[in-house]
């Protein structure tokens, strides 16, 4: 199976502050990548696929970039609403594998 | 726009078959579109993706669960479904139901909680 390894597991920020999360595959997975936001009690909901595609609806203040093994995911302008659980997936082969995910919280 | 419901039991004794079916409303189960999808989520941990059922009925399952798996499409109802035999507390969890067009899994139920205890 491949690994995906996200750092950090937790991130402090300010509303209006800029985050980056990182997502690193146990091997090449090309641009198979997602990225989710996972608030408590709440299903996941998709943000990014094929590392850096806006999933509908989805406002621009969140970006992916990367290929290979190393992706990162991009969070502007925070929100209150912004702070949750935030988790990559990678799709390029079976299973398809989560990272542990990171844990956005406001300082 | 699709929608998911998942349903059943949310208690179970070990042993017991958990059995799940997941709703979809918005869209045909049919129509080729999607790979129909199971996910569970731990208490308090991260997602583990269990497998997918198409439309033809063609699966794939995660190797981990060890062949404890099975999923089923019922056309006519619109719905899928999950079972897993022999369950025990490791299988305590959030199981989630979620559509995959290859690229992103896109729509979610909201998720139903299944506890494992004697």
């Known amino acids: 199976d491949i690994q995906m390894t996200q750092s950090p597991s937790s991130l402090s920020a300010f509303v209006g502050d800029r985050v980056t999360i990182t997502c690193r595959a146990s091997?090449?997975?090309?641009?198979?990548l997602a990225w989710f936001q996972q608030r408590p009690g709440k299903a996941p909901k998709s943000l990014i696929f094929a590392a850096s595609s806006l999933q509908s609806g989805v406002p621009p203040k969140f970006s992916g970039r990367g290929s290979g093994t190393e992706f990162t995911l991009t969070i502007i302008s925070l929100q209150p609403e912004d702070f949750a659980t935030y988790y990559c997936?990678?799709?390029?082969?079976?299973?398809?594998?989560f990272g542990q995910g990171t844990k956005l919280e406001i300082k | 726009q699709v929608q998911l419901q998942e349903s059943g039991p949310g208690l179970l004794k070990p042993s017991q078959t958990l059995s799940l079916t997941c709703s979809v409303s918005?869209?045909?189960?049919?129509?080729?579109?999607?790979?129909w999808t199971w996910i569970r989520q731990h208490p308090g941990r991260g997602l583990e993706w269990i497998g997918y059922?198409?439309?033809?009925?063609?699966?794939y399952y995660n190797p981990s669960l060890k062949g404890r798996v099975s999923m089923s499409v019922d056309t006519s109802m619109n719905h899928f479904s999950l079972k897993m035999p022999s369950v025990t507390a490791a299988d305590t969890a959030v199981y989630f139901c979620a559509t995959d067009d290859g690229e992103s899994l896109e729509h979610w139920g909201q998720g139903t909680l299944v506890t494992v205890s004697s």
């Open positions: 997936q990678q799709y390029n082969s079976y299973p398809y594998t």
């Open positions: 059922i198409y439309n033809s009925g063609n699966t």
């Open positions: 091997q090449g997975i090309s641009n198979h």
């Open positions: 918005g869209g045909s189960i049919s129509s080729g579109v999607y790979y």
